[in-house]
Every structure is written in C-alpha cells, then in structure tokens.
C-alpha cells in the first residue's frame, strides 16, 4: 500500500516564504512524475508545478519565477519552495506521484491528503 504524507504548509504573511515536503512510503518500484497541485475555495485544483524523473521542471504561469519543485528520489519526496507568497496563493495544496508500485504494475496516480497554504496579513 503506497501513502503520500504531505508537511510544511501554515500561514505566511504576504512577500513571506514556505517549503511545502510530501514522502512516499509503501511498495514503490518507480515515480515516474511528481507533482504539486492547489485548490482554492470555490474554483478547481490546479497544477502548479512538475518534475519528471528526468529532472526537467514545468510550471504554471502564475508561479513562475517564485516556486521552485525539486525531488529526492532516495527519499521518495518531492519538494515545493514558494517565496514572494502572494494571497492569491491560498489553496489547499496536494502532491501526486505517478509510479509503479511493482515491476509488474501499470502506472498509478497516488494522491496526498492536502496541506493548507494561507497568505495573509
């Protein structure tokens, strides 16, 4: 069984900084693509950023620049560096990695449980 256990998230006041983690644990063979995903109230979740297991990075518009993702395959984690928080950054953030839990299995996607991101003075 394959988890994904998220930390770092709070509140920031705006202009501050935050490093969001997420650790796989379980049966893993391979991640293939790590990603963090947002969601504010009311509109639909988001990607906001990628990184492949070639280490190659893809961004949404609104963060470019401010957010740096990075991966530590020996640890099974992805990482989120946000600075220049902005309140537009509010959301309920989720990590998700596409893996083989086994040489046998197909790709699946496996999901975090969430860690909130408040900006706010």
């Known amino acids: 069984q394959v988890q994904l256990v998220e930390s770092g998230g709070g509140l920031v006041q705006p202009g501050g900084s935050l490093r969001l983690a997420c650790a796989a644990s379980?049966?893993?063979?391979?991640?293939?693509?790590m990603g963090w995903y947002r969601q504010a109230p009311g509109k639909q979740r988001e990607l906001v950023a990628s990184?492949?297991?070639?280490?190659?990075?893809n961004y949404a518009d609104s963060v470019k620049g401010r957010f740096t993702i990075s991966r530590d395959n020996a640890k099974n984690t992805v990482y989120l560096q946000m600075n220049s928080l902005k309140p537009e950054d509010t959301a309920l953030y989720y990590c998700?990695?596409?893996?083989?839990?086994?040489?046998?299995?197909?790709?699946?996607?496996?999901w975090g449980q969430g860690t909130q991101v408040t900006v706010s003075s």
């Open positions: 990184i492949p297991s070639d280490g190659s990075t």
């Open positions: 379980g049966s893993i063979f391979s991640i293939n693509v």
């Open positions: 998700k990695m596409a893996m083989n839990p086994t040489v046998w299995d197909r790709q699946i996607d496996y």
